[in-house]
């Protein structure tokens, strides 16, 4: 059986780490999966999913160091004005973090929950908002 | 106060029902994957901008085209729905026969703030005689204009029809006409500082970057392209924060003229005052 939902998240900072953890607790416990997998997926380019510890300390390390790797005035090629959107983007800074976050994570299911470490959340990492952003969550089993 | 002087909303959701209107839209204003959203969406990236208000600008093509990129009635629908957050325009085809009811009706009844032309797409020269009773009317409103200027990428919209001498007539012949000439006139910077230089009632804004990233542009224009005083010392009262959104983010371009070294007193006028000046308000 498998079964697929999406979420919609708002982020309100250029960079901003949003935990959506209980979302996804929520949505496997009533997807009627009782042993499986599900794939938490971001449908975007300037985004990341990734793994982490709640801790304001640890989320300020991550977006410090993600700004440090990839710092907003360094100089891109991609900055320029895109005639297949008719529009300048100027987020290459956002592409660049997306592509070291990764795009997905994956859990196991048991017993219709989603098994992670007590550290372990689920974050969408907005890396050119502030934006509406959409997450899938695929969730594959019995 | 905090004004971003050019704003489409063509993707504002409160207008965006109609599939076909939406398609007719993006193809006019030649702007590609680009979805509706929402106003707290808008609100939200205004907030992180730290940009109290934005001017909504409509574009009338009955006759180019068939319809209208936004109508004024729809910038009515959003202002009356969110007055503290935007600022109306109205729009008139001026070779609409009934062009001088519609813009007596936007002025008189839907109490919008200004007009907005856009001689490229509109297809018509600004020192054309068919112009004068438009201007006429605006003056008798004291409503300021914003026209396009400069390079449009619209399809199907001439340069030529848009370079700063040609708006030199009806700056001469209208003095109390508050007008803007968007986009700094780009390429035509130093036309556009031409016209500024010898008439007060001429503005500008900032809503240009066609090339290269926002921080290079806003530092070729106005640090290379001019001197770093030239703006200060000539242009501190005609130059406009402006973004063209949705072609371009508001809070990118923002910081990039931020981060100019203009006076605090300068930057204030930019992102604000001017707008207020140009509007009309505190006279």
């Keep these: 059986m498998n079964k697929l939902v999406s979420i919609s998240c708002m982020s309100e900072q250029a960079v901003q780490m949003i935990n959506i953890t209980e979302e996804v607790h929520r949505i496997v416990a009533e997807s009627g999966i ?21 801790l304001e300390c640890v989320e300020t390390d991550i977006l410090q160091r993600l700004e440090k790797l990839v710092p907003d005035d360094d100089k891109y090629i991609h900055a320029h004005f895109l005639p297949s959107y008719g529009a300048t983007s100027n ?3 956002g592409h660049l973090k997306s592509m070291l976050l990764g ?3 994956m859990f196991p299911i048991q017993e219709s929950r989603m098994v992670c470490g007590s550290a372990q959340h689920i974050y969408l990492v907005e890396c050119d908002g502030p934006q509406t952003r959409k997450v899938y969550i695929q969730m594959m089993g019995e | 106060m905090i004004i971003d002087a050019h704003v489409h909303p063509i993707y504002f959701d409160t207008i965006c029902g109609d599939d076909s209107v939406l398609k007719f839209r993006s193809e006019q204003f030649g702007i590609y994957k680009q979805s509706p959203y929402s ?54 085809d001026p070779y609409r026969k009934d062009a001088l009811e519609v813009l007596e009706n ?3 009844n839907l109490k919008l703030s200004g007009l907005k032309l856009n001689p490229s797409k509109q297809q018509f020269y600004p020192d054309d005689k068919l112009l004068w009773p438009i201007y006429e009317k605006c003056r008798e409103y004291d409503k300021p204009i914003m026209f396009h200027a400069g ?4 399809p199907n919209a001439l340069a030529k029809y848009a370079n700063p001498i040609h708006y ?35 503005y500008t ?53 931020e981060n100019l070294p203009f006076s605090e007193k300068v930057k204030a006028n930019i992102f604000g005052g001017n707008a207020l000046a140009f509007l009309g308000e505190g006279k």
């Design chain 1, 103 to 105: 795009n997905s994570c």
């Design chain 2, 39 to 92: 106003y707290e969406e808008i609100i939200a990236e205004m907030n992180f901008g730290k940009i109290d208000r934005s001017i909504l600008l409509p574009l009338d093509l009955t006759t180019q085209s068939g319809g209208s990129i936004v109508t004024n009635e729809e910038i009515k629908k959003i202002i009356d729905r969110h007055p503290d957050s935007f600022i109306g325009f109205a729009s008139v």
């Design chain 2, 205 to 257: 804004d900032t809503s240009m970057l066609y090339m290269d990233s926002f921080n290079d542009f806003m530092e070729r224009i106005f640090m290379k392209e001019m001197d770093p005083l030239t703006l200060e010392r000539n242009f501190a009262k005609q130059v406009m924060f402006g973004s063209n959104t949705p072609r371009f983010r508001a809070f990118k371009l923002k910081k990039a003229i």
């Design chain 2, 168 to 202: 030199e007539q009806a700056a001469v012949e209208f003095p109390e006409l508050r007008m803007c000439l968007a986009h700094f006139a780009w390429p035509w910077v130093r036309e556009m500082m031409m016209l500024m230089i010898k008439y007060p009632n001429v």
């Design chain 2, 151 to 154: 390079l449009s990428w619209e």
């Design chain 1, 91 to 93: 987020n290459s800074p």
């Design chain 2, 106 to 108: 936007a002025f008189a």
């Design chain 1, 34 to 54: 009782t042993n499986g997998l599900v794939a938490v997926i971001t449908a975007h380019t300037t985004t990341g999913i990734t793994i982490n510890e709640p």
